[in-house]
């Protein structure tokens, strides 16, 4: 083999080296990116927005809108924890955690799905809740969900009730 072989066969060696480092780096930079945008979108937990719509008696209407930034799978709602303050007939302060129940009543107290919600109207394009079952579709991200909760006791209307919400899943 001569001086020029030896030569031409080494820088296309090192051409083929260079090339495969290039690509290597490039690959695993490109893997680490995707890796943390996986992360961060599971470290993002869903925002929810509740809004008291009325109150009367035993129950409370709410809009809990889904701000994302996923949608939720209905049946994920049977772990939600919704919590209500309010004050009693006697004006005392009571604090109680609140079921998602679609279909019977239990009689210790319930919340259940309305309607759902577009922009304000009562329609549903996009993997529509099935009501009154309540258990199959999903809970698009921007979807509020007209909640109704019965609590067991009638509670003093002119105090003020608060309601926090959270889905676990």
Known sequence: MSGFGVLASLAYVTLLITQFTIYALTSMDNMVKMSQAALESL?????????????????????????????????????????????????????KWVGYQPNASNGLGRWYIAEVLTNGFPLELFDPIVL????????????????????DENFNTTLPVYVVFKVVG
């Open 43 to 95: 470290e993002k937990q869903n925002t929810f927005e509740v809004q008291l719509v009325n109150v009367d008696g035993r129950l409370i209407w709410v809009d809990i809108t889904n701000e994302g930034p996923k949608d939720i799978r209905v049946k994920n709602l049977l772990a939600s924890d919704l919590i209500v303050v309010y004050f009693d007939n006697s004006s005392r302060r009571k604090v």
């Open 132 to 151: 009154p079952a309540g258990v199959e579709g999903l809970w698009n991200k921007g979807e509020t969900l007209r909640a109704v909760v019965e609590l």
